[in-house]
Each structure stands twice: as structure tokens, then as C-alpha cells.
């Protein structure tokens, strides 16, 4: 049983204190009080490690705690605990995982938005987990340290776009990155350490490229969008996403304006990505304490998912398929909501209608440029420049 300890503010002498009151510890054996703020993304304290204390008063520490033998999720401090300093009385049988998730990103910097259309009622937890439109907010926030941003609608996607753009905006914010919730990305060892190291190094070339607030880039793709990097000043150049074109293909919409004013799409290699239509049983393998050989056979399940996925798309033609995404109205049982049925349809076909209406073509290319407008960031490239400036 992991065991925390909370407080408001405290100095080191009173953690010091707190710390020799709950341990035991004696006067003539005062704890080594060590402050760090880069510990290793995965990795165990010291065998004389008595406590730990994570600073989380302004959201900036995360911990979650596995045992060593067999990797089990014990316990986890994250961004339910905002605003305090947290003191967990250690077990040298334990090891940890840091601010950075399963694939290097810090928690702090992300955020789920629930578009469920049911955010109330998954943030009061009264949502049957067999539902499709379920969310565990309370595993998100307490296990991951993820924050979720509830929206009180279901949005569409180019609803969503714009809305990101909004909150970018209204937080200062001068780029971000988003992600399909389909999408499962594993690091590439042939490219870097982990994908949020190449995040890094793309951020750093795109400095190196364009300077610091440049609207020249609109978006850089990491395997299409599968994740995208979206430059917030570009939108003042293109405009938002046009809600007319609610699904599919309202992205041809918008990168196509995008190379109509001129701008750079840029693309970059980062990791393996996964584009699967069902949920993974063991979302923890995809950790580093999960082990070598579990994550070899996580990728092997994530390929065969991938495969699988890939077919269906074949049989139903793709981007002129209307069940493409239907796995999101799948409930645990296997029924389908009619939240995806004949009315959601509708909405694509009326937008690829729409689309056509306005650009005379089906084609996603709508351009009028040439392709030489994605400029590949190739990874060589951003390695070099991430190697000399680590030197």
C-alpha cells in the first residue's frame, strides 16, 4: 500500500520532520534531504530511499509507482493533487515513471478533450464503462496526471479544430500538437530515443528554418496527422476550419488553403505510428517498466490491430466510406449506437457535397500549387542540429 502524505506549503525543514515522524527516523540518523528536478524518465531511487516528496503546487511533478517483480501499477500522484506537495513513504521494491508518459511527454502539457458529448456525467463518474461514450476522467487525472478539458456538446471535427485554435489563443499559446484518439505511437529506436525527443528537435528546425513566430507553417505532419503540429499564428493567414465541411474532407479544405497562401506543410519523421479501431487491454505495456519483452509483444498486437483496421478500409473504400469510423458508437457488448448511424452519415456525405460545391473537384488536393509545397524535415537533419546544440 503506498502511503501519501499532503501539504499545502511546507520548507525542507518541515518536510525533514514530517519525514522522520512518519519513518522513524532518529535525530542521530537525519534523512539526506536531495532535490532534483530531472530525474530519469523510468528508474528506481536509492535502496536507502526512505520517502519522496513531488512538487505538484503548480502542476509541474507526476509519479506513478510499479512494483519491480512484476511491473504492477501500484499508485500515482498527478494533477488531482494541484497545489500541493505530496510525501510518499518509499518501498525499495518499487520503481517509478516520471512527468513523462508512456512515450516521453511530460503530463503537464497534456490535455484530453472529452468530446463524448457526455463530459458532465464522466466527470461525475455516474457513466456506465460499457458505453461507448464512457471516459474515466478519475484514471486520467489520478493515474496519468492528465488534464481533461470537458466540452458540453459533441463537436464535430472541424469543430474541434477550431476549438483548439481558440483555446490556444485565449491561452497565448503559440503552437500545439493533437492527436487522433485512434492512434497508438510507439518510439522508433532508428530515429530517436523517444517520439516527444524528436518533438523536440522538429521544434528546434523549425526555429533554425523559420524563426521563432513565424506564420509561414501552418502544420507539421508526423505520418499525416496521425500527429500534428499546428502553428496558431498560421490560422490569422487561413482562417478556421469551415464547419460546413463537418468530417471528411474538411483537412483537404484547410491544408489546401493553407498551400494556396503560400505556406510550408512540413512533415517529419518521429516514431511508429498505429491506426487501429479497437482499445488496448493493457494500456500500461506501453510503458517502460513494462518490460522489453511485453512491448515487443504489444507491438506485435498493434500491428495485427493496424492490419485489421487497414482491410475494413479497403472493403469500405476508404475516405468514400461512411463506416470507417464506426468503431466510436461500438459499446463494450458489441452494439452500435445510433449516435453513429443514418444522422451522423448524413453529415459526411452533406460535407463532401459541400466540398465538391466549393472546389469543383472531389480531388483533396485543391492546392493549385505544387506538391513541392511539404517540405520534409528529414531526421537526419533535425539531428544534427539537435547533436550540435546538445554539444
Same mark, same amino acid.
Given at each position: 500500500?503506498?502511503?501519501?502524505?499532503?501539504?499545502?506549503?511546507?520548507?525542507?525543514?518541515?518536510?525533514?520532520?514530517?519525514?522522520?515522524?512518519?519513518?522513524?527516523?532518529?535525530?542521530?540518523?537525519?534523512?539526506?534531504?536531495?532535490?532534483?528536478?530531472?530525474?530519469?524518465? +523510468?528508474?528506481?531511487?536509492?535502496?536507502?530511499?526512505?520517502?519522496?516528496?513531488?512538487?505538484?503546487?503548480?502542476?509541474?511533478?507526476?509519479?506513478?509507482?510499479?512494483? +519491480?517483480?512484476?511491473?504492477?501499477?501500484?499508485?500515482? %500522484?498527478?494533477?488531482?493533487?494541484?497545489?500541493?506537495?505530496?510525501?510518499?513513504?518509499?518501498?525499495?521494491?518499487?520503481?517509478?515513471?516520471?512527468?513523462?508518459?508512456?512515450?516521453?511527454?511530460?503530463?503537464?502539457?497534456?490535455?484530453?478533450?472529452?468530446?463524448?458529448?457526455?463530459?458532465?456525467?464522466?466527470?461525475?463518474?455516474?457513466?456506465?464503462?460499457?458505453?461507448?461514450?464512457?471516459?474515466?476522467?478519475?484514471?486520467?487525472?489520478?493515474?496519468?496526471? %492528465?488534464?481533461?478539458?470537458?466540452?458540453?456538446?459533441?463537436?464535430?471535427?472541424?469543430?474541434?479544430?477550431?476549438?483548439?485554435?481558440?483555446?490556444?489563443?485565449?491561452?497565448?499559446?503559440?503552437?500545439?500538437?493533437?492527436?487522433?484518439?485512434?492512434?497508438?505511437?510507439?518510439?522508433?529506436?532508428?530515429?530517436?530515443?523517444?517520439?516527444?525527443?524528436?518533438?523536440?528537435?522538429?521544434?528546434?528546425?523549425?526555429?533554425?528554418?523559420?524563426?521563432?513566430?513565424?506564420?509561414?507553417?501552418?502544420?507539421?505532419?508526423?505520418?499525416?496527422?496521425?500527429?500534428?503540429?499546428?502553428?496558431?499564428?498560421?490560422?490569422?493567414?487561413?482562417?478556421?476550419?469551415?464547419?460546413?465541411?463537418?468530417?471528411?474532407?474538411?483537412?483537404?479544405?484547410?491544408?489546401?488553403?493553407?498551400?494556396?497562401?503560400?505556406?510550408?506543410?512540413?512533415?517529419?519523421?518521429?516514431?511508429?505510428?498505429?491506426?487501429?479501431?479497437?482499445?488496448?487491454? +493493457?494500456?500500461?505495456?506501453?510503458?517502460?517498466?513494462?518490460?522489453?519483452?511485453?512491448?515487443?509483444?504489444?507491438?506485435?498486437?498493434?500491428?495485427?490491430?493496424?492490419?485489421?483496421?487497414?482491410?475494413?478500409?479497403?472493403?469500405?473504400?476508404?475516405?468514400?466510406?461512411?463506416?470507417?469510423?464506426?468503431?466510436?458508437?461500438? +459499446?463494450?457488448?458489441?452494439?452500435?449506437?445510433?449516435?453513429?448511424?443514418?444522422?451522423?452519415?448524413?453529415?459526411? %456525405?452533406?460535407?463532401?457535397?459541400?466540398?465538391?460545391?466549393?472546389?469543383?473537384?472531389?480531388?483533396?488536393?485543391?492546392?493549385?500549387?505544387?506538391?513541392?509545397?511539404? %517540405?520534409?524535415?528529414?531526421?537526419?537533419?533535425?539531428?544534427?542540429?539537435?547533436?550540435?546544440?546538445?554539444?
Amino acid at each position: 500500500m503506498v502511503k501519501k502524505i499532503r501539504f499545502d506549503d511546507a520548507s525542507d525543514n518541515e518536510l525533514l520532520e514530517a519525514c522522520k515522524k512518519e519513518t522513524g527516523a532518529s535525530d542521530n540518523n537525519d534523512p539526506i534531504w536531495k532535490i532534483t528536478t530531472d530525474p530519469q524518465i +523510468n528508474s528506481s531511487f536509492p535502496d536507502n530511499t526512505i520517502a519522496v516528496v513531488i512538487d505538484v503546487r503548480q502542476q509541474i511533478g507526476a509519479l506513478r509507482i510499479f512494483e +519491480n517483480e512484476t511491473g504492477k501499477f501500484l499508485d500515482g %500522484v498527478g494533477t488531482e493533487e494541484k497545489g500541493k506537495l505530496v510525501m510518499i513513504l518509499w518501498n525499495k521494491s518499487w520503481n517509478y515513471d516520471t512527468s513523462y508518459l508512456a512515450q516521453g511527454w511530460p503530463p503537464s502539457q497534456i490535455v484530453i478533450f472529452d468530446n463524448t458529448g457526455h463530459a458532465t456525467e464522466n466527470a461525475e463518474g455516474s457513466v456506465d464503462p460499457y458505453m461507448h461514450y464512457f471516459l474515466n476522467h478519475t484514471h486520467i487525472r489520478y493515474v496519468y496526471g %492528465v488534464a481533461v478539458y470537458a466540452i458540453s456538446r459533441r463537436l464535430t471535427f472541424a469543430e474541434c479544430q477550431n476549438l483548439f485554435l481558440h483555446v490556444a489563443q485565449r491561452e497565448d499559446i503559440y503552437d500545439f500538437f493533437w492527436a487522433h484518439q485512434d492512434v497508438v505511437v510507439m518510439q522508433d529506436e532508428t530515429l530517436y530515443p523517444s517520439p516527444f525527443e524528436a518533438v523536440v528537435a522538429e521544434k528546434r528546425e523549425l526555429v533554425r528554418r523559420f524563426g521563432t513566430r513565424s506564420p509561414n507553417w501552418p502544420i507539421g505532419y508526423f505520418d499525416y496527422d496521425k500527429l500534428a503540429h499546428v502553428n496558431v499564428l498560421a490560422a490569422d493567414v487561413i482562417g478556421l476550419w469551415d464547419i460546413r465541411i463537418p468530417y471528411y474532407p474538411s483537412d483537404c479544405d484547410y491544408y489546401g488553403r493553407a498551400r494556396r497562401a503560400g505556406l510550408y506543410i512540413l512533415d517529419f519523421p518521429a516514431a511508429r505510428f498505429f491506426d487501429v479501431a479497437v482499445c488496448l487491454t +493493457n494500456p500500461q505495456a506501453l510503458f517502460a517498466s513494462a518490460g522489453w519483452s511485453t512491448r515487443r509483444r504489444l507491438e506485435s498486437t498493434l500491428k495485427s490491430m493496424a492490419v485489421s483496421k487497414a482491410a475494413g478500409d479497403k472493403w469500405w473504400h476508404f475516405w468514400l466510406s461512411d463506416r470507417r469510423n464506426i468503431w466510436q458508437g461500438r +459499446n463494450a457488448d458489441g452494439s452500435l449506437s445510433p449516435d453513429f448511424g443514418d444522422g451522423w452519415r448524413q453529415q459526411i %456525405v452533406a460535407g463532401r457535397k459541400f466540398f465538391k460545391h466549393k472546389w469543383g473537384t472531389s480531388e483533396c488536393d485543391v492546392s493549385c500549387r505544387n506538391e513541392s509545397t511539404i %517540405v520534409s524535415l528529414a531526421a537526419t537533419q533535425a539531428r544534427k542540429v539537435w547533436d550540435a546544440e546538445a554539444a
